[in-house]
């Protein structure tokens, strides 16, 4: 599977100085982080350390209390349509067809023509291998499946980032694989890409950088060959005795 997607250079992230708070409870402290235009981010670490709540701030889902986020340089909430989110949980809309969900935003955020947008839709899908699926609901689709028309609706928006929030985490075994190829395909296109997962064999092959959290803050940021042959930070060292 490989893609020929025809986007602009994918965008740079900057967080700054980003906290976050539930109540009384810290659930980002004091996040910076320079993410480069057309980089592959993995962000990993134990459950509850902050990771799905740091890239649904980046995509605007979340609002945070300090800080700021700035995309190209730009402090723009315009610029969330050139993000493209994919959740843990597929988020499909289970009442429109898989070419419905996939045609959606374009034709309401977009404004193109229904015509426009289903050639786009059909595109997309055929990339990601369920083009012949179009007009089933995702109540008909396997886990893998559905997964790759949430992959296919994010890109139909045409983004310059995409986020991952563990997109394989509500899969069975047997279908992890075919969603991380189309993730792996996606990494070689120069989109800037973020990805919250489990999948350390996924992290070291595809990530430029790997982002390490615990308790809500960075504790380590280093390459993927560094990281997992000699891991700075304690915390680190035993996450990744424990997956490894």
Do not use: W
């Amino acid at each position: 599977m490989t893609f020929n997607l025809q986007h602009a250079p994918g965008s740079s992230i900057e967080v700054q100085g980003i906290h976050k708070r539930y109540g009384t409870l810290n659930v980002l402290s004091d996040i910076n982080l320079e993410i480069g235009s057309g980089e592959r981010l993995v962000v990993c670490g134990p459950s509850g350390s902050g990771k799905s709540t740091l890239v649904r701030c980046i995509s605007a889902l979340e609002r945070f209390e300090e800080g700021r986020i700035l995309f190209d340089g730009k402090d723009d909430k315009k610029l969330r349509p050139e993000i493209g989110m994919v959740f843990q949980q597929f988020n499909l809309f289970p009442h429109l067809t898989v070419l419905g969900n996939c045609t959606l935003a374009l034709r309401l955020v977009r404004r193109y023509s229904a015509a426009k947008a289903t050639e786009l839709a059909m595109d997309y899908l055929s990339r990601v291998r369920v083009e012949g699926h179009c007009n089933k609901y995702p109540s008909q689709l396997s886990g893998g499946q559905q997964q790759r028309v949430a992959i296919a609706r994010a890109l139909c928006m045409q983004p310059k980032i995409m986020v991952f929030d563990e997109p394989t985490s509500a899969l069975d075994p047997e279908m992890i694989s075919e969603v991380l190829d189309v993730m792996i395909s996606l990494a070689g296109t120069g989109m800037t890409m973020v990805c919250v997962t489990h999948e350390m064999g996924f992290a070291r092959k595809v990530a430029d950088r790997i982002v390490f959290m615990d308790a809500g803050k960075i504790v380590e940021v280093s390459n993927p060959e560094r990281f997992f042959s000699a891991p700075e930070h304690p915390r680190a060292k035993r996450f990744l005795e424990q997956v490894l």
